[in-house]
């Protein structure tokens, strides 16, 4: 039986993606309820083009619309907020290994594998100890905090 060294967790957080789905759905619901006024609006504006389409959009007015638009746009804004949190990665840092997550798939680099681990932008990069790049891609957590996960678990971090 082997005992497992505590892991650090990159990447988004539970509270974050509630508060991700929040702020599209919100953001969906806000450009919904408002287009039509919005293009009403804007096709009123002498230098602005395309008249006739934010005409149509600005038609957008009956009684039944002002509940189905900002409800669609709530959907919608959740929907999308979906997709943008499926493709966000995650890393669970251990001093055994590194657990590369990707929505519903994973996979593991062993400690002994990893030659170097630093920040290029905002990308993670760890390269293996055969001169390939074993991971190359933005995980959403500070610099300081990506840091200090690769220190305190032993890997060779190459950064200020």
Known sequence: MSIESPTTTLGLSRADK?????????????????????????????????????????????????????????????????????????????????????GEDGRAIARDKVAAVFLDGKKIVIDGIDGRRLFDKEVDAGRGQVADAFRRHGYPWEGL
């Open 18 to 102: 509630i508060g991700t789905a929040a702020v599209f759905g919100a953001g969906g619901l806000a450009i919904f309820l408002l287009a039509p006024l919005l293009a009403t609006w804007l096709a009123d504006v002498p230098f602005v083009p395309f008249k006739g389409p934010l005409e149509w959009v600005g038609s957008f007015d009956q009684p039944w619309a002002w509940v189905a638009r900002p409800v669609i746009g709530l959907l919608l804004g959740v929907v999308v907020a979906v997709v943008v949190l499926a493709d966000a990665y995650r890393l669970d840092v251990s001093d055994e290994r590194i657990v590369v997550r990707h």
